[in-house]
């Protein structure tokens, strides 16, 4: 089984940064694609990041390319997305996913990830 802890998140002005992180526990963690997803108040969740395995390939939405980083921690079990310039429309849940040894290559489709954290609320003000 694996569990993921999504932390870091909060209120901040529009404008400024934060740094999420995703804690990995249970199965190795480095055989395992992961992704960032955010779900705003009446909306679909969405595709916001994604980091493979590796780390060879990153891939982002349009709507965060430029402003948003993801990144593995130095630690095997973590991954982190650094949010920077951020926008009032950023403001949702988000969620940390990580893909098992199934995983069709559809990084920006949630039904690819196996294993979700609760998420977290990142709130940006005008």
């Known amino acids: 089984q694996v569990q993921l802890e999504e932390s870091g998140g909060g209120l901040v002005e529009a404008g400024g940064s934060l740094s999420l992180s995703c804690a990995v526990s249970?199965?190795?963690?480095?055989?395992?694609?992961m992704g960032w997803f955010r779900q705003a108040p009446g909306k679909e969740r969405t595709f916001v990041a994604h980091i493979s395995w590796t780390g060879g390939s990153i891939y982002y939405a349009d709507s965060v390319r430029g402003r948003f980083t993801i990144s593995r921690g130095k630690e095997e079990n973590t991954a982190h997305l650094q949010m920077n310039s951020l926008k009032p429309e950023d403001t949702a849940v988000y969620y940390c996913?990580?893909?098992?040894?199934?995983?069709?290559?559809?990084?920006?489709?949630?039904?690819?990830?196996?294993?979700w954290g609760q998420g977290i609320q990142v709130t940006v003000s005008s």
């Open positions: 249970g199965r190795t963690f480095n055989v395992y694609d």
């Open positions: 996913a990580a893909a098992g040894t199934q995983y069709s290559g559809k990084y920006a489709d949630s039904a690819a990830y196996e294993y």
